[in-house]
């Protein structure tokens, strides 16, 4: 009786709101959190104890140096009232357990893409808004479908950028097993510059090899800002949303440290982390934001300072560390059967201020194939400009690494390199065998990834340009590096098998090859009969 009478008490709403909550695996920790929250008397969050939930503090300051603008720790001491102002409905100063509900569906529950963006430019709009900066978004409607108008200048997709990076980061500072350190704001000006790129207007030309444009006033309609991440950064609302799901989480697990305030502080004056000489955290995030599931966890984690020390794991290749040519790349990433990441570094011969940084992903491991072959992967543009092009389906291309033959003498010798796209003799990306040069062709030549320039400025003719350096970064995790450390022992151990000589299947000393080869060498005109 008691069951059926608490059942009846609960309102449609609230069992609607726990059903979509119990679907993602959230309810039971949103009880808990909700519990550690709220006032046991009135059974609702006070909106103070909610912001706080949400809140950190900025340290450090801009500059001239900084990489954000002079009013981002303004706009984002703002960040945690704008989230429980826009989400986060109240009844008589308190949140209800249905709002409180409601409130984590709009910010992280499972819906399409473009309804997530609508609700993270709906937070960037607010949190300007309230740091005092000029209203640039009108929202149409308060629905969960709402449609946005208005436009964004250069310098707003910036801080838009830099926000999304600090929530991702605190998201997995709290998942994470170990302590992780500041790794600094990023530089996102390839992603920026991608921004004005797709949404600017048509006629008007732009240098993007300048870096001054970011200052210009170009307005960008938040239309295409919209069509620009969803096709460029569809993870990018995920930010948001994996932000307010893992501060929940994380007081419904750590009550006793809700009041560490250093936990949550982020110092956007500490330099941006660099990998490699090509791969940082901004390029890692970028290209994190266009994959989904292990992909994206993998490469991701080479932003995380604590995993300076697990650097090796991923880093498979440079050429600057290895030497250059095929034969020094092979014998690095030979036997890594798992995705890796190709970086390439270069310029055209006759313009070497202007370097462009290419690379390409492919979902297995390289082998020594005459022909083309792959299941998937994406070509990237991404620097000084970034864009990804994804597999178009019409060809399976992707990628053809080739070696030297066995074969001594062939009459028509297929090219020793590493391409991809396109096909044999017209590939959209060629490297040759001493890595000193790369052809880059236009994208009406390759129908395995989609059409775009690789750099800007590219033209219909074939390029041959200048390698500056070669990075390879293995994404299998550690199981990938375990297995090639195995198959590179046993390749080693049979090299060293082949080369030793067992002097007992020759006899004794009379009747070795060696003496015979000495007593040529030391009379070469002596006539020698065999004993009979």
């Given at each position: 009786?008691?069951?059926?009478?608490?059942?009846?008490?609960?309102?449609?709403?609230?069992r609607?709101?726990?059903?979509?909550a119990?679907?993602?695996?959230a309810?039971?920790?949103?009880k808990?959190?909700?519990?550690?929250?709220?006032?046991?008397?009135?059974?609702?969050?006070?909106i103070h104890?909610?912001?706080?939930?949400?809140?950190?503090?900025?340290?450090?300051?801009?500059?001239?140096e900084?990489?954000?603008p002079?009013?981002?720790p303004?706009l984002?001491?703002?960040?945690?009232?704008?989230?429980?102002d826009?989400f986060?409905l109240?009844?008589?100063g308190?949140i209800?357990?249905?709002?409180?509900l409601?409130?984590?569906i709009?910010?992280?529950?499972?819906?399409v893409?473009?309804?997530?963006?609508?609700?993270?430019?709906?937070?960037?709009?607010?949190?300007?808004v309230?740091?005092?900066?000029p209203?640039?978004?009108?929202?149409?409607?308060?629905?969960?479908?709402?449609?946005i108008?208005?436009?964004?200048?250069?310098v707003?997709?910036?801080?838009?950028?830099s926000?999304c990076?600090?929530?991702?980061?605190?998201?997995?500072?709290l998942?994470?097993?170990?302590?992780?350190?500041?790794?600094?704001?990023?530089?996102v000006?390839?992603?920026v510059?991608?921004?004005?790129n797709?949404?600017?207007?048509?006629d008007?030309?732009?240098?993007?090899?300048d870096?001054?444009?970011?200052?210009?006033?170009?307005?960008?309609?938040?239309?295409k800002?919209?069509?620009?991440?969803?096709?460029t950064?569809?993870?990018?609302?995920?930010?948001?949303?994996?932000?307010?799901?893992?501060r929940?989480?994380?007081?419904?697990?750590?009550?006793?440290?809700l009041?560490?305030?250093?936990?949550?502080?982020?110092?956007?004056?500490?330099?941006?982390?660099s990998?490699?000489?090509?791969l940082?955290?901004?390029r890692?995030?970028?290209?994190?934001?266009?994959?989904?599931g292990?992909?994206?966890?993998?490469i991701?984690?080479?932003?995380?300072?604590?995993?300076?020390?697990?650097?090796?794991?991923?880093?498979?290749?440079?050429?600057?560390?290895?030497?250059?040519g095929l034969?020094?790349?092979?014998?690095n990433?030979?036997g890594?059967?798992a995705?890796?990441?190709?970086?390439?570094?270069?310029h055209?011969?006759?313009?070497?201020?202007?370097r462009?940084?290419?690379?390409s992903?492919?979902?297995?491991?390289?082998e020594?194939?005459?022909?083309?072959?792959?299941?998937?992967?994406?070509?990237?543009?991404?620097?000084p400009v970034?864009?990804?092009?994804?597999?178009s389906?019409k060809?399976?291309?992707?990628?053809?690494?080739?070696?030297?033959?066995?074969?001594?003498?062939?009459?028509?010798?297929?090219?020793v390199?590493?391409?991809?796209?396109?096909?044999?003799?017209n590939?959209?990306?060629f490297v040759?065998?001493?890595?000193?040069?790369?052809?880059?062709?236009h994208?009406?030549?390759?129908?395995?990834?989609?059409?775009?320039?690789?750099?800007?400025?590219?033209?219909f003719?074939?390029?041959?340009a200048?390698?500056?350096?070669?990075?390879?970064?293995g994404?299998?995790?550690?199981r990938?590096?375990?297995i090639?450390?195995?198959?590179?022992?046993?390749?080693?151990?049979?090299t060293?098998q082949?080369?030793?000589?067992?002097?007992k299947?020759f006899?004794?000393?009379?009747?070795?090859?060696?003496?015979?080869?000495m007593d040529?060498?030391s009379?070469?005109?002596?006539?020698?009969?065999?004993?009979r």
């Amino acid at each position: 009786m008691g069951q059926s009478s608490s059942a009846e008490q609960v309102s449609p709403e609230q069992r609607e709101a726990e059903s979509v909550a119990a679907s993602t695996g959230a309810l039971p920790n949103l009880k808990k959190a909700f519990s550690v929250l709220s006032d046991p008397q009135t059974h609702s969050i006070s909106i103070h104890s909610l912001q706080k939930c949400f809140g950190f503090s900025i340290d450090g300051s801009t500059n001239e140096e900084s990489v954000v603008p002079k009013e981002f720790p303004v706009l984002m001491s703002n960040l945690s009232s704008s989230i429980v102002d826009l989400f986060f409905l109240s009844e008589k100063g308190g949140i209800s357990w249905v709002e409180f509900l409601k409130g984590h569906i709009k910010c992280s529950g499972r819906t399409v893409s473009s309804a997530s963006l609508n609700s993270l430019l709906r937070l960037f709009g607010m949190v300007s808004v309230k740091a005092g900066l000029p209203e640039k978004l009108q929202i149409v409607s308060d629905e969960d479908d709402c449609k946005i108008s208005g436009f964004l200048l250069p310098v707003d997709v910036q801080m838009l950028l830099s926000m999304c990076w600090i929530m991702w980061w605190d998201s997995n500072k709290l998942k994470a097993s170990s302590t992780l350190g500041d790794s600094g704001l990023p530089d996102v000006t390839h992603l920026v510059l991608s921004a004005i790129n797709s949404c600017a207007e048509a006629d008007k030309k732009m240098d993007l090899w300048d870096n001054s444009i970011l200052d210009m006033d170009i307005q960008l309609p938040v239309a295409k800002i919209i069509m620009w991440a969803l096709k460029t950064v569809p993870s990018l609302s995920d930010c948001f949303g994996k932000f307010v799901h893992a501060r929940l989480f994380y007081v419904a697990a750590h009550e006793e440290k809700l009041d560490q305030a250093d936990l949550f502080s982020h110092d956007i004056s500490a330099k941006e982390r660099s990998v490699g000489h090509l791969l940082n955290s901004g390029r890692a995030w970028a290209i994190s934001l266009t994959l989904r599931g292990n992909l994206s966890e993998e490469i991701s984690k080479v932003c995380f300072p604590s995993a300076a020390e697990e650097v090796d794991d991923y880093l498979l290749y440079r050429s600057s560390l290895h030497g250059k040519g095929l034969n020094r790349f092979w014998s690095n990433i030979e036997g890594y059967n798992a995705p890796l990441l190709i970086l390439i570094s270069a310029h055209e011969a006759n313009n070497d201020a202007r370097r462009w940084t290419i690379g390409s992903l492919i979902h297995q491991g390289l082998e020594n194939h005459d022909t083309f072959y792959g299941t998937s992967g994406s070509l990237y543009s991404i620097s000084p400009v970034f864009h990804v092009f994804t597999p178009s389906g019409k060809e399976k291309n992707f990628v053809y690494s080739h070696l030297h033959g066995t074969v001594k003498y062939e009459a028509h010798p297929k090219p020793v390199g590493l391409a991809f796209g396109g096909s044999s003799g017209n590939e959209r990306i060629f490297v040759d065998e001493d890595f000193a040069k790369v052809i880059v062709r236009h994208h009406a030549c390759d129908k395995t990834y989609h059409h775009g320039p690789l750099y800007p400025d590219q033209g219909f003719l074939p390029v041959e340009a200048l390698i500056m350096d070669v990075e390879v970064l293995g994404l299998g995790g550690k199981r990938a590096r375990d297995i090639q450390s195995s198959y590179k022992k046993r390749e080693e151990l049979f090299t060293e098998q082949r080369r030793k000589v067992d002097l007992k299947t020759f006899g004794n000393w009379e009747d070795s090859p060696e003496k015979m080869m000495m007593d040529m060498v030391s009379d070469p005109n002596r006539v020698r009969r065999e004993d009979r």
